[in-house]
């Protein structure tokens, strides 16, 4: 039970005169969030995918530094009205729930898409933005940075655009994620800056409170997008969670999916697929937990 259910930090030190800011980053889906929250806090605390959504629900991921400590809320992307019916009512209500705790809001967009693509998402999401009764104060982060090289000026009317739609926007950062990465030092020291007095609520160490659990599956479901580019139609079960004697953790998990076909994609000839799969996201788990790990996936 204790690795299903999210971390809760009672008694811990908090340094003296702490500061906090809790941060809310919302989006459309695939601009990049989850990997920008994860070079930030310099560990996989959230999904990364190149499918949409693989983000669920409101993840809380840490970063802390000297007495200033950052709580991000990282959200699943900001489904427009057309597409609502679609999808499930938390996801598409999550990135906006997130607002009710947070001190600041990051705007996350990508500046390829922006300048190639048209704007559905966004427009709806700074319409929305407009209308929120209670305003805070925010960051625009164009990131992807690293596809639109030599046509940084061309965004400086869409930032010219959505300051006049939220006035609350308090400074603009260009970023890449992605090798080469841009901004980040710069995103990194302006977030720190926010810190108002307060107590931590998580120890300096800490980088999420997910359950560790929720860690392992949402780590093997990525590395399911990444590795077959299948479809959503496969489910896991958790069937196995053992500590063995040397300090290894056994995971052993069933993987379901709705079709013969799928499970012929999934397994490759002679194994070769689940293998692979099998031995990323044991290379994740184990990064991501700071321990060895053994991992069976069926």
Do not use: C
């Amino acid at each position: 039970m204790t690795v299903r259910l999210p971390k809760v930090f009672k008694d811990f030190s908090q340094p003296e005169n702490a500061e906090i800011v809790k941060i809310a980053i919302i989006g459309s889906p695939n601009v990049g969030k989850s990997t920008l929250v994860n070079e930030l806090v310099r560990s996989a605390v959230s999904i990364a995918s190149i499918r949409a959504h693989t983000t669920r629900e409101r993840i809380r991921a840490v970063m802390t530094h000297k007495n200033k400590q950052i709580v991000f809320y990282d959200t699943p992307g900001v489904v427009s009205g057309k597409n609502v019916s679609r999808m499930n009512r938390e996801l598409v209500t999550a990135s906006w729930k997130a607002l009710d705790d947070a001190d600041h809001l990051m705007v996350v967009l990508d500046g390829h898409k922006l300048l190639d693509h048209t704007m559905v998402t966004e427009t709806y999401l700074f319409d929305r933005l407009e209308k929120l009764e209670n305003k805070i104060s925010g960051t625009i982060v164009f990131n992807k940075m690293d596809l639109i090289k030599g046509r940084e000026d061309e965004l400086e009317k869409f930032e010219q655009k959505f300051n006049q739609q939220y006035s609350k926007f308090i400074k603009t950062v260009y970023t890449s994620a992605e090798a080469p990465m841009v901004g980040l030092k710069e995103l990194r020291a302006h977030l720190f800056s926010l810190t108002q007095p307060g107590p931590w609520l998580y120890p300096a160490r800490q980088k999420s409170d997910q359950a560790d659990l929720t860690r392992v599956q949402d780590l093997i479901r990525a590395e399911i997008y990444e590795l077959l580019k299948v479809p959503y139609g496969v489910k896991q079960k958790n069937v196995g969670w053992t500590e063995l004697e040397d300090g290894v953790l056994r995971i052993d998990q069933d993987l379901i999916v709705e079709r013969p076909g799928l499970k012929k994609i999934i397994v490759g000839s002679n194994g070769t697929v689940i293998r692979d799969l099998t031995l990323k996201a044991r290379q994740l788990i184990g990064r991501a937990l700071s321990r060895r790990i053994m991992l069976n996936l069926q």
